[in-house]
């Protein structure tokens, strides 16, 4: 069995669409296959869920009829019997019948997660019909029927295993499943999601579940590039990369990959393919644990970075003193990304700022805090990436750009630059030119 998740450009056009059934018949294999939603649709979701909370009726109408219109064109483009277009439209309508039930509660954040995840059903709904009317034999799972994850952040894969495999057993067999990326159900069995993006751990958690042979994530560019394509110009694909690799990269801001997509899979050794939807002759990358080459594979960018000065001369020669500044952040639930020292002094950022006054207030108590909004970490990763030959050259950006902390050592694997994010482009570029425009040997 494989898992295939289509990405929201994959599945954003009747074109795209096409594309996507001549992928999914060019090979026999039984298969799962994780939809998102249309591009586009998700972020309109979220505009409705605005409205909710502001109780605009007009505006929820409005949205709402706007979404139906463009799924209905969808419909009408897509097949071409009048019989099966009109059956999948009146299915249309009574989803968008429900979405208006669903829009017409009050706002909570169980109202918010039906609302979000509502483009991935509509989508998946089209889409399995559009494959029957040419005699594409599918079934279409109702993923919030068996992806009870519990927590997004260490999801139940026996759990979502059981209930799949139960569903196999009662249901009707077929060689292609369709079903939903991004909507999971929590621990108290409501509704949820997996955060944006979150179709990619959608495709791994049930890769994991099924023992799953392959998973396939196919979207809309040749695999994970060597830099952010969308700053920086000539990058190219990367063949192979280590699960360590990509979890670094997609937790440091590769957007290709949802920043969880790997952590299901790497204890079963399933390999995860990135796949290009609109070239699908091209190579792309394949992540599995074989290390090919090691040394400098990739530089990625995150955003929405927290830089936090903590000062006291009591720390000077006081043990015990970052202890007690690691349990107020871990009071409230909040993870630090990277952290230097000085004798009197230490610097560490956070992404998560939802308890920052309270976090400020109760260190304040005995030392300055100073607070800067506004930062990227920018990774550079790669195996055993500090001993590359060429690591050196990166330092050079200090003759050009304020570097506000520097990561070097934590890991063999990932050296960490905290610039300001008005900084971000040109340090992608400027690594990019240093870094991979001369050869990487490793010296070990
Ligand atoms: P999908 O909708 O298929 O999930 P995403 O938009 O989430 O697609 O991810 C694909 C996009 O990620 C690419 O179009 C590219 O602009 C962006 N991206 C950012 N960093 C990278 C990278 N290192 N390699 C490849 N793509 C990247
Ligand atoms: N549709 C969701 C989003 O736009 C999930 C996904 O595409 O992975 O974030
Ligand atoms: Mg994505």
Redesign the pocket.
């Known amino acids: 069995m494989k898992i295939l998740k289509f990405?929201?450009?994959?599945v954003g056009s009747v074109e795209n669409l096409r594309r996507v059934k001549d992928i999914l018949i060019s090979d026999q294999e039984n298969k799962i296959v994780v939809c998102?939603a249309m591009?586009g649709v998700t972020d309109q979701l979220v505009s409705l869920v605005e409205n909710i909370k502001l109780e605009d009726a007009e505006a929820i109408t409005r949205n709402i009829h706007r979404l139906e219109s463009k799924h209905t064109d969808v419909i009408d483009e897509l097949v071409e019997s009048t019989e099966i277009k009109n059956v999948l439209k009146d299915g249309l309508t009574l989803l968008i019948t429900e979405l208006f039930e669903i829009a017409n509660q009050e706002y909570s954040e169980i109202v918010n997660s039906q609302i979000i995840t509502y483009g991935e059903t509509l989508l998946t709904y089209i889409f399995s019909g559009f494959l029957k009317s040419l005699q594409i034999e599918n079934v279409l799972l109702d993923a919030k029927d068996f992806m009870h994850v519990g927590t997004a952040e260490n999801p139940d894969i026996l759990e979502v295993s059981r209930r799949i495999n139960k569903m196999f057993e009662e249901g009707v067999q077929s060689s292609i499943y369709i079903t939903q990326g991004f909507v999971c159900r929590n621990l108290e069995g409501d509704i949820s999601h997996l955060k944006r993006?979150g179709s990619?751990y959608t495709a791994t958690i049930i890769g994991a579940a099924v023992n799953a042979s392959e998973i396939q994530i196919w979207?809309?560019?040749d695999g994970?590039?060597n830099?952010?394509?969308?700053y920086v110009e000539e990058t190219q694909p990367i063949a192979h990369l280590t699960y360590n690799e990509a979890a670094e990269l997609a937790y440091f801001g590769?957007?290709?990959l949802h920043p969880q997509t790997v952590s299901p899979v790497v204890d079963k050794e399933i390999p995860v393919l990135l796949k290009n939807t609109f070239d699908p002759e091209a190579s792309g990358t394949i992540i599995s644990n074989k290390t090919y080459r090691k040394g400098l594979k990739?530089i990625?960018a995150k955003d929405g970075i927290t830089a936090i000065k903590i000062k006291s001369n009591r720390m000077l020669m006081a043990h015990g003193y970052l202890r007690r500044i690691f349990e107020v952040f871990d009071n409230y639930h909040t993870s630090i990304d990277m952290i230097t020292t000085s004798e009197i002094a230490i610097s560490l950022t956070i992404d998560n700022i939802s308890n920052l006054d309270e976090i400020v207030r109760e260190i304040e108590t005995y030392a300055e805090v100073t607070v800067e909004q506004n930062h990227s970490i920018i990774c550079i990763v790669g195996e055993s990436v500090i001993n590359d030959r060429n690591s050196y050259k990166l330092f050079e950006i200090l003759n050009y750009i304020p570097v506000r902390m520097v990561s070097y050592g934590g890991s063999n694997n990932n050296i960490s630059l905290l610039v300001d994010t008005k900084d971000k482009i040109p340090t992608l570029r400027f690594l990019n030119e240093k870094l991979f425009h001369v050869p990487h040997e490793i010296v070990v």
């Open positions: 990405g929201g450009t994959s998102s591009s993006g990619d979207t809309d560019i994970l590039h830099n952010d394509p969308r590769a957007k290709i990739a990625s």
